[in-house]
């Protein structure tokens, strides 16, 4: 079992090449927030850690370590603006698609249950109970 007490340990056993591509990237995809470069390191660097069973302060120490590095900072900015490419146009297309199914009248239905399912149950109808009739 690998034991690690300083940051040179740390910096010595870190995967380089999973720091500055999208492989710990893909979590954040599920989010509609905008990432910075050093938000990306930090996840990517906080993912490392915690594979290699790391405490935060020298988490802290690397990642103000790595941020000096202007070819991964460089890397990890290209990579920061294609998520947040990618989370702006899926809240666009999100968002129309929620337009179009505001834009949809009232539904035909041949069933109070289809009529219920369609257009939204009315909970004020004296005739019916709950989600259509029971009987």
């Known amino acids: 079992m690998l034991i690690i007490l300083s940051l040179d340990d740390f910096l010595k056993q870190i995967n380089y090449e999973k720091l500055s591509h999208a492989a710990y990237a893909l979590q954040i995809l599920q ?4 990432l910075t470069a050093k938000d990306l390191l930090r996840f990517n660097i906080k993912s490392e850690g915690n594979r290699l069973n790391v405490n935060e302060s020298i988490i802290t120490l690397a ?3 790595l941020w000096l590095d202007p070819i991964l900072k460089a890397n990890l900015t290209v990579l920061a603006e294609e998520i947040n490419n990618t989370n702006v146009n899926k809240k666009m297309v999100n968002d129309e698609n929620l337009s179009r199914i505001i834009q949809l009248g009232p539904q035909s239905a ?10 939204g149950v009315s909970f004020h109808n004296n005739n019916e109970i709950g989600f259509g009739r029971l009987f």
């Not at 989010?31 to 905008?34: A, G």
């Open 63 to 65: 990642l103000n370590r």
């Open 110 to 119: 041949s069933t109070s249950f289809e009529d219920n399912f369609f257009n």
């Open 31 to 34: 989010n509609f927030e905008f």
